[in-house]
Structure formats: C-alpha cells, structure tokens
C-alpha cells in the first residue's frame, strides 16, 4: 500500500539525552568515529489508494499538530516512500 | 465545592486523585474524556497515569481529547486546573505550560521519595506553602525530564513560575532542576511528583519521622480549596 | 497471493493417508494415533494445530497433573473453609471476609524472556493479569519472581535490564502496584532466566465469574486486541523443547504486549461485570483461541459453533491454523446473553475495545469450527482441553545427590577473628543476592492505587482492600534453589515455610498457596524425581500448616544443554488482616527499642549464603525445618502485633541473623548494640554459627522499652524461645551496628556496600 | 558536520501498540484516509571528517547491533545524510 514518510527530530538546540546516552554507549565501546547521536521519530502512514496533493498536505498538518511537539521537535520531512516498499 | 477529575483511557491515579480530593474537604467528580461536559466543577485535575499508552509521546494523544478543548477554555479563564505527572505532560501538549518533558535522562522508570521546594507559593495550587517550603512528595515516571529553550527558561525563572523544584536529587535530568511551573496568572499548575500519593498516613512516602507518614501532599489541594473559597 | 484454504474435515475423511507434521508440532507418535482414534479419521490441520498447543506440556501439564492432584487430596476441612475457588480453574479465589474475596496466582514466563527479554517479560506480567481478569477481579497488584546468570556474565545484563524494564513498563503502565518478589543470581540460570510474575485481584462474593459457556444460543464474543501473527508456535515448540530446538518458523516466536490496550481491557471487563453483561469469561493466553474455546465449551454445556472468518485480524494473510494458534496478547472471550449483547457492544464501544460474535453455545457436545464456509474442526472439546494424554514419567533417583548430601558445609573453615568476621558480613551484605535490591525496585511503582501498606523490601507486600474496615491481604513468595538441589522435599517445604513466615512477620494470618513450579526437563528421569519430591514436600508441608495450594504453574525444560536449573518451586503465600493500620513493617525506625531474636539458632551452614558466597560451597543438607514452631512463631507474631507490642518484626532466612541485622539498619539508618553471647550460650555454638547460621523459625522483633515486660511473658506463656539481644541506638551519620566484642561497622559501609552492588552491573 | 542517518521500523509482522495508538487518534479525530501507522526511530550520527566505505560499514554495524532489537526491528536503511542538512 502507498505509504507517506514523516521524520521528526529532536530540535537541535535542544538536550537529546537518549541520543547522549548512544553515544556515550558507542565511545565506550571503540567507536570514536561519531562525535554525534541524536533520536528522532520516523512515522509510515499507509494510505488507501493513491497518495494526492490532498493527502500529502493532511500527513503535513498532522505531523505538525499530533506526531510532533512544535515547542521541542522539528519535522524534518514529509514524503511519499519509494514504491519498491523497502520498509514493507 | 466539586473538584473533577478527568479519566483519559490509561488514567492510573484518577482515583487516588479522587481520594486526595475528598481528604482534602472537596467533592470529586468523575470526568470522561470523551465528553465535553465539565459538570460545573470549580476546579480541575488531570491525573497521573499513561494515557494512550503514552506511546507517541506522554500526554501528546489526550491533549486531543474532546474534553481538552472544556479544559483549556476554562483555565484561559481563570479556573484552578492541575496537571500531575501525565496530567503535567497534558498540559505541556495543549500548550497551556511552556516546555516539553522528555524520557529521563538516565533511561530508566523511576519511583523515589522526592524532597521539592516550593519555589512560588503564591499560585492557585501552592497557596497553604510556606515560601521555599521543602516537602516530600513521591515521583514516578518515566519521562519526567523538563526542557525548554533558554528564552523560556529564562522567563520561567525571571517571572518566578518555576513552582516546584528537586531538591537532592534531580531525578530525571529536568533543566534548571524544574519539578513543576505554572502560568502567569497562577491558576494552571503542572508538576511531576505525585500529590494525590501523599495525602494519607501510612500510605505516603517515607519522612524523617515515620515510614510511609508523608502527607505533604494534601495542602496542594487544600490549598486550591481555599482559593476557590475566598 | 492466493488465498490459503484450510483442510476441512470432509476432505480429512476422505484423505487418511495424507502425512502431517505432527512432529513438528511436538507431538509425539502415540499422541498422534490417539488424535486419529478419538476423531475416527485423521485430524484436519486445524484440529491438529489445536490439539498439538493443547496437549503440550505447557497448557496439558500432561507430565506433572498425577503429582499436582495430591495438592486437592491433602486438604482438611479447615482448608477448605475460605476457599470459594480451588485448584484447576483460571486462579484460585479466597474469602477474606467481609463479603471480600481475594484470587491470586503466580506463573512462569522463562522462555520467552530470554529470547526477547523486554517483551517476554512484560506479556508474562499482562497474561497473569488477565488470568485474574477473568475471575470477575479487579487487578491490584503485582510481584515478579526472578533468577538471572552469574551477575558478572556478560550476558547477564542484557537479560536484566530487558526482564525489569519489560516488568516496570508493563506493570507501571496498568496501574498495579508491584508489591515484592525475588531476585537470585546463580550460573544455573545463565541459559534459562526465570522470570515469574504473580498477579492479585479483588473481587466481592457476588461478582465471581468463572470460565465457562452454559446457556444454549449464548453467544460467544472475542474482544480486544485483533488477532496477529504473534507467537505462533509459542505454546507448544517453546514450551514443551528445550529453545535450540526451535526449527524454522515463518511466523515470530516473540508476542509484543501493549500495556494500554490490558488497562483499557480491564477497565472494560469491570465495567461489563458490573452490568452483570457476561455468562461465562476466558482470558487468552497460550494456545489463544485454541484454549479459550474449547476450554469454555469443556466446562459448560459441552458445544460450540465458531465461525472463524470473524476473527478481527491484524494480519490478514493469517490462515485458519495459524488464527487458531495466536498468541496474540490482551484478548478475552466472552459468553454472552443475546438479549444482553447491546449493551455488551456499548460498553465495548465506550472503551474503544474492538470486538466480534464468533459464535455461539450449542447443546451439540461438539466444537465446531467454520472456516471460509467449511467445517474446519469438529471435535469433542474435552478431548482438546481436559482429557490430554497423561505421563507418568519415570523417575530416577540421582545418585549424585547422596555425595552433594554428605560434601557438608561442616569441613569449612571458620572464622573466629573479629576483623575476618567483619569482611564475611561485608562480604555477605554485598553478594547479589543479598545486596539491595532497589536498582530493580525503584524501577516499579508501589504507590499507584493508593492501598499499598507494604511493599518491597518489606518482608511482604500489603494492600488495603476496604478503605473503611482497613480489611487487607499480604503475600510474599520465596524459593531457595540450592536448598533445592541438596533437598527437593526438604527445598520445597523450606520454600513455604520462608514465604508463611514472611507474610506472618507483617501480622497477617497465612491463609492460601500459589506456586510456580520451575524445574528442568521432565524427560529427564532424575529431574522428574526432583519434581515429585517438591510436589510432596509442598503438599505435606501445606496440609501441615493447614492452608491450601489455590493454583499455580509448572514450568519444564528448564535447562542450559543438558544442565537443568536448580529445582526452584516459588511458592507464595497470601495471608489476612483485619486491619492494614496493625501492619508491622520489617526495619527499624527508632532508637531505644529493645531487639529480641525469637526461636533457636542451630549451627546450620550446609546450603547457605555464607557457604555459597564465602566459600563458593553447596553441599550439605537444608536446614530442619519444623513447621510446628513455624506455626508458633507465626502466632506469636500475630498476638504481639494484636496487642501493639511490636514496632518491627523481619524473619531469619539468607544469610541468616547478619543478614537480619544488616537489613534492619541499612533501612532507615537507625544503628545498634547488639550482643550474641547469649546465643552462644544458651544454643551451644561458634560465632560464625550465631551470625550466619540459616536455622528456620527464627525472626527478630524490637519492642519499645515500656512494653517489654508484657512481650516477655507473652513469649514465656507461650513457651516460645526469646532472648534479648540488644538495642537500638544511633541514627543517621553516627549510626553504627556494634557487635559487642566482635566487630563495629558504621550504618554507612553497610548501605554503600550493599546499594554498590546491583548498579556496578548493571546501571 | 556530514551526518550517517539510520531507520530503524517495528518489524511489519509484530504489533506496533504505539502505531496503533496513534492510527486510533487520527481516525478518532476525523483523518480517516490513513490506513496505519507505523512508528520506528531515526538516528543522526554525525561523523568527524568526511563518510568513507568504514564509517558507514561501522555504522550498519552499529545500526544492527546496538540501535535495533533484531528479534523486533528492522533497520531499513542506512545512509549519507545529503549535505543540505535539512535536519541541522
Ligand atoms: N524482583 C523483585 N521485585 C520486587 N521486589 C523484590 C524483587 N526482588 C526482591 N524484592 C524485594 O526485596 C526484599 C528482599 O528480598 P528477599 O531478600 O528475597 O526477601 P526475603 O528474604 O524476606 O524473602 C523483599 O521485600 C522482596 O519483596
Ligand atoms: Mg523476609
């Protein structure tokens, strides 16, 4: 089934401390090579039948109103997933 | 005087609120999140508990709610309204509170007996306090840590809505140790330790005295009494 | 992708030859022929799907039910008195009085916790709960017993954090105070954790429900979450094979729970209780609608039509077997009067708790099953869930155990030396078994509720069940797996005792038994003797303190290799009392009381903490036990308590009186002088016996000053041992506990050793 | 700083109570056109100096062994962020 990709994160000025607690994980075990991790969110909304402009501008105002807080979070994406489905 | 307590699905502590409510000298009323009646409450609870699961993020789903909408009209217009623990987290999402309250910095649920300060004792809900009063109430949660941008925290402690803050420990890795913040006009509060679980003897938290014998909990609610009273 | 069409049962008939995977399936040859000879013709696939999760070890008890059947004949007329439910059905149901009735269980969830620990753990604590559901209960709190590997294995770890987060997060999120329960470390369990979840509900007289579908035309509703692909192959490949023995499955093995959707479940069963709006209720668990239906047919009119094409699913490409076989968790199955079933939906509806009439109650005597218009199963339903195959095992008496018997503790040298004993009580304090436990505990909410009077580390957990009577219940479980292995009858009975001991301490009066019976393979000739000597034990050892087993679980196979565990059978006991005001906690909270150690102290090393931690020893027998002077100390306690002459009682176990000691001022920082001379003298024996000596029936109480006369004679009248051993004194920083002439070690060493220990591991 | 960005999904076979949750507070709020929702993770690991063949060989690594459950995750994708940085 079609299916709308929403990405939210973390804004940047703001703690992430889950993503801290990674990457301090990683540092401890060897892994220097990523100074950075930060957590974010990433939504699969299927859709029955095809996607239009009209369901794409609804999967906007709701990741903007419900799948993110505005006052801590960042929607860093809306968009249709590739048909090949690699997420089935 | 009737006091409501709002019931979301996964609700955990609307009865200890309930209880709290009638220890404290009040009528509580049992409130329906699907609804959009108030029942002509004088005040407002929104209790502890995992609405939705809390799976999208804490409070985010039941801020939608029907009743929502009731709520936040009636606190834009003065009424007394508290938000524990999840309730807090409710009222972050609705806006009705600055901020955002994240998963616990150590990640990790978390049940303590939490000393706080009571940073304002001039709000709706804080009024019985001594200013800076220390008192023992319990926490439990998993996504208790409070952010916000540096503006807003500067203005939550500039115009002295920081209300309560930890003490000892900081439990959940909250900024500027925030325990619990209310609006400008003081009548909507949010906190995340548990009020309604310390309102009886032998079912509190621990205390120098006695185990189990903490009833600090009880003058939040007296204290919203009186506000409403006067 | 094309539809897949189940076996239906006339093409059953008329293919005889045609060769299933029973095997597969874990069934074996014998059960296999038994099937074809009850139906008369070969199963269809979906029978056999049903009957291969029914008759597993798991759901059949089909190795273990000739032992467990001697929990319903040693009983006495006292026994049954307060039991309104017994042995066999979803939980046991006890009368408290007051028109109060408490139904409580404990049961195993190892396998699937350590393939996916988080998960496995936290469905192990949803489906105990539903389980309570059922009875007509409201859910009020929650225990977890559990046994990990080695603490510094480096798998460990990982088990612990998924195990405790899965149990914090799923218990926390329904709202169930969770009120104790256990946590052991031995390299027995490194491949096989156990983790256990005990569930207690209330309920009035009047609001018992119970498993069954009478009522000819009733209908039969399955509500909750929608049925998925989930465990599949759980019950009867996980739970009768060891895990490396899994094969291929296209379906996950791992059920994912979901908190939200239980408490909503539960908050609607209430509600549809107090409408009076269901006949008859199951809970699904394993074998899902395998199990539900044809155990509520068995236990009703004995028919049942179901239409399976309305099953909600959640997959749809699930074929009919597979629907038959989910796992999937948070549903239940109702019976329901057609008149009644409006206002069942509405209520359903309210809730947001997705629901569909599968069928109805007939008078047939048949299961019957239709699949996309097609008979699909139809069969006599006690043949499915009651009448299962039956082993009797063979047994074997381990010869190693006569050499484990005589390797005594006795041989092993002791310290004399006040410094030594100073570093062995340390040393103890800081073991994993017997440091603090609140790296797990603080991770679960015990205030949720509002009822809870005790909980951890008190010696039993406590809940007000009548806000205005304070009528109330405690429960504690304990096993000691070494006891155990040196003496499964002695283990077992050990294992009771400790747990009727525990919820005495706190003044309640022990009233009822749940176990969960972990133990290895029972294929296993010298596992199977284990097993049959725990059951006896238990069972002896119940008739003798005259409180029933109400219901438990038994769990095999529980192994590393060929490696069984340590026979470990939790056992827990619920107690009474009248009012949760007269509770007596299990520390010190104030200085100047007297301390008093009550029973004998024997020098009884073999088995014990000191042995296993000091000297990485096991070898011996268990301590004797006498459940008489159980009994007495329990009386005992209880009088005290009635007349307020305790401010704390904390029961001897592991680690014996050091242990006690310890606990008692690492609590709330209160220290004290203690003196053992007395011991010493009166019982005849070294020092390391008066500190760590594991001798049963022992408990230490402190009694305030001004009441110290009445409590001695009460002791005297009743002929139990007391001796005063010291006092309480000190509190905060200067808080010490003073050993007189042996060693003194300030409160704050013993708190940091003990509270390092967990988070050095784990946190 | 160039950015390794992993998806991490539910594993399609397995309830997403958290998925489900939302996909109820959208139809319950009138969005009915979306079928089902599906909530995973998305990690931003920011790397020092430019992504070569082993960073990114180390973060799939990483990806499958420590940022997913494989018993109940997929990771679906593994990838240079694009330089824009949309997500900062
Ligand atoms: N996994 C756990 N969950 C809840 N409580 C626990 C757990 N492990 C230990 N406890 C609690 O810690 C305390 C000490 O445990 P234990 O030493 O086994 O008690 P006892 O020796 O009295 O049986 C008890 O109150 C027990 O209920
Ligand atoms: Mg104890």
Chains 1, 4 share one sequence.
Request: proline residues 5%.
């Amino acid at each position: 089934m079609p299916t709308i990709v929403v990405e939210v994160m973390p804004k940047a000025e703001l703690l992430d401390p889950a993503g801290k607690a990674v990457a301090g994980a990683l540092a401890r075990l060897g892994h220097t090579e990523f100074a950075n991790v930060r957590i974010g969110k990433r939504f699969e909304l299927t859709v029955e039948g095809p996607i239009t402009e009209a369901t794409l501008a609804a999967a906007r105002t709701i990741a903007e109103e419900m799948l993110s807080n505005q006052v801590i979070e960042d929607v860093i994406s809306v968009h249709e997933a590739p048909a090949s489905g690699a997420s089935a | 005087m009737r006091v409501g307590v709002i019931t979301f699905p996964g609700s955990l502590d609307d009865r200890d609120a309930q209880r709290a409510i009638r220890l404290a000298g009040a009528e509580p009323v049992a409130l329906w999140h699907g609804e959009h009646d108030l029942k002509k409450v004088d005040a407002i609870v929104l209790p502890g508990g995992f609405s939705y699961g809390d799976y999208l993020r804490c409070g985010a789903i039941a801020s939608h709610s029907p009743i929502m909408a009731e709520v936040v009209d009636a606190a834009n217009k003065g009424m007394p309204v508290l938000g524990i623990c999840n309730g807090f987290q409710m009222l972050v999402e609705a806006h009705l509170l600055p901020g955002g309250l994240i998963r616990n910095d150590h990640g990790r649920f978390v049940r303590r007996d939490q000393m706080i300060r009571v940073e304002n004792n001039r709000t709706d809900w804080t009024n019985k306090f001594d200013e800076s009063e220390e008192i023992v109430i319990p926490l439990k949660n998993g996504e208790g840590g409070y952010i916000a941008d540096k503006a807003t925290l500067d203005r939550l402690e500039g115009d002295g809505l920081v209300t309560f803050r930890y003490l000892g420990v900081n439990p959940n890795g909250s900024l500027n140790d925030i325990a619990g913040i209310s609006n400008e006009r003081g009548n909507v509060v949010g906190l995340m330790p548990h009020p309604e679980h310390a309102v009886e003897r032998g079912f509190g938290p621990n205390t120098a005295d006695a185990m189990r014998s903490g009833i600090d909990g009880l003058r939040i609610f007296t204290s919203m009494i009186a506000k409403v009273l006067a | 992708m094309s539809r897949h069409v189940a076996d239906t049962v006339a093409n059953a008939a008329a293919t005889p030859e045609k060769e299933q995977p029973f095997a597969a399936l874990g069934l074996k040859p014998d059960e296999y022929a038994r099937i074809r000879e009850i139906l008369g013709r070969r199963p269809t696939s979906g029978e056999l799907a049903m009957y291969s999760v029914m008759w597993s070890e798991h759901c059949s008890y089909k190795s273990s039910k000739i032992y467990l059947r001697q929990f319903g004949q040693k009983v006495t007329d006292k026994m049954r008195e307060r039991l309104m439910v017994g042995m066999g059905e979803n939980a046991g149901v006890v009368d408290i009085g007051e028109g109060w009735a408490v139904t409580f269980k404990v049961e195993s969830h190892n396998h699937p916790s350590y393939i996916e620990p988080f998960q496995g753990a936290a469905t192990g604590v949803g489906g105990i709960v539903r389980d309570i559901i059922s009875m007509g209960a409201r859910p009020v709190a929650v225990m977890d017993q559990l046994r990990f590997g080695a603490i510094d294995h480096p798998d460990t770890a990982r088990v612990v954090h998924g195990v405790v987060g899965g149990i914090s997060f799923y218990g926390n999120c329904l709202g169930l105070p969770n009120i104790g329960g256990e946590t052991v470390f031995d390299a027995v369990y490194q491949g096989n954790p156990l983790v256990n979840a005990l569930a207690v509900g209330v309920l009035r007289h009047e609001d018992l429900h119970l498993a069954n579908a009478s009522g000819v035309g009733n209908k039969v509703v399955l509500f909750g979450a929608r049925t998925g692909g989930d465990g599949i192959g759980g019950a009867s490949i996980l739970a009768s094979d060891s895990f490396d023995s899994t094969g291929p499955t296209k379906r996950p093995a791992v059920q994912v729970g979901d908190p939200f959707a239980e408490k909503v479940l539960i908050e609607c069963c209430l509600e549809l209780y107090a409408g009076g709006l269901v006949e008859g209720i199951q809970d699904l668990g394993a074998a899902g609608i395998s199990c539900a239906t044809s155990e509520l047919a068995s236990n009703g009119d004995g028919g049942m039509f179901v239409e399976l094409d309305n099953v909600l699913l959640r997959d749809p490409t699930l074929t009919a077997e597979e629907i038959l076989m989910s796992e999937s968790q948070e549903r239940m199955m109702a019976v329901v009067k057609p008149e009644k079933l409006e206002a069942f939906l509405a209520v359903v509806a309210k809730w947001d708790v997705e629901t569909s009439v599968l069928g109805e109650v007939t008078d047939t005597g048949r299961l019957i099953i239709h699949h996309g218009g097609e008979e699909i199963v139809n069969v006599d339903p006690r043949t499915v869930a009651i009448d299962g195959p039956v082993y009797e095992r063979p047994v074997a008496y381990p010869a190693w155990i006569d050499a484990l018997q005589a390797n005594s503790a006795s041989a092993l040298p002791r310290a004399t030396e006040g410094d030594e004993l100073r570093e062995q009580f340390l040393a103890l304090v800081a073991s994993p078994n017997l440091a603090d436990t609140s790296y797990i505990t603080d991770q679960y909410d015990y205030y949720v509720g509002g009822n809870t009077a005790l909980a951890f580390p008190d010696d039993a957990g406590m809940i007000r069940v009548d806000e205005e009577s304070g009528l109330g219940f405690a429960i504690a479980t304990d096993a000691n797996g070494r006891y155990c292995q040196l003496d499964p009858y002695e283990g077992a009975r050990l294992a009771l005792a400790e747990a009727f001991r525990n919820v005495s301490m706190t003044g309640a009066v022990p009233a009822a038994v749940t176990d969960c019976l972990n133990f290895g393979s029972p294929e296993n000739p010298e596992v199977m003797w284990q097993f049959m000597r725990s059951v006896e034990g238990l069972g002896d050892a119940c008739m003798e303190l005259e409180i029933p087993v109400t219901g438990g679980n038994v769990s095999f196979y529980n192994q590393t290799g060929d490696q069984p565990i340590h026979p470990t059978p939790v056992v827990g006991v619920l107690g009474i009392i009248d009012d949760v005001e007269r509770r007596v906690p299990s520390a010190w909270q104030d200085e100047g009381n007297n301390i008093y150690l009550l029973g004998v102290t024997r020098t009884e090393l073999d088995g014990s903490a000191w042995a296993g931690t000091i000297h990485g020893h096991l070898g011996g027998r268990p301590p004797q036990l006498s459940l008489n002077d159980e009994k007495a100390l329990a009386h005992l306690v209880q009088g005290a308590a009635l007349e307020g002459l305790l401010m704390s009682a904390h029961d001897l176990s592991e680690g014996g009186l050091a242990q006690a000691l310890a606990e008692s001022v690492a609590r709330f920082g209160i220290g004290a002088r203690v003196w053992l001379n007395d011991i010493i003298e009166r019982d005849g024996m070294d020092l390391t016996s008066a500190l760590f000596s594991e001798s049963t029936a022992r408990a230490i109480v402190t009694v305030p000053r001004e009441d110290d006369v009445k409590f001695v004679g009460l002791c005297e009248a009743r002929g139990y041992p007391v001796l005063r051993i010291g006092v309480t004194d000190g509190r905060d920083y200067e808080a010490t506990l003073h050993v007189q002439d042996v060693f003194t070690v300030p409160v704050a060493e013993i708190r940091e050793r003990s509270n390092a220990t967990l988070p050095h591991y784990f946190a």
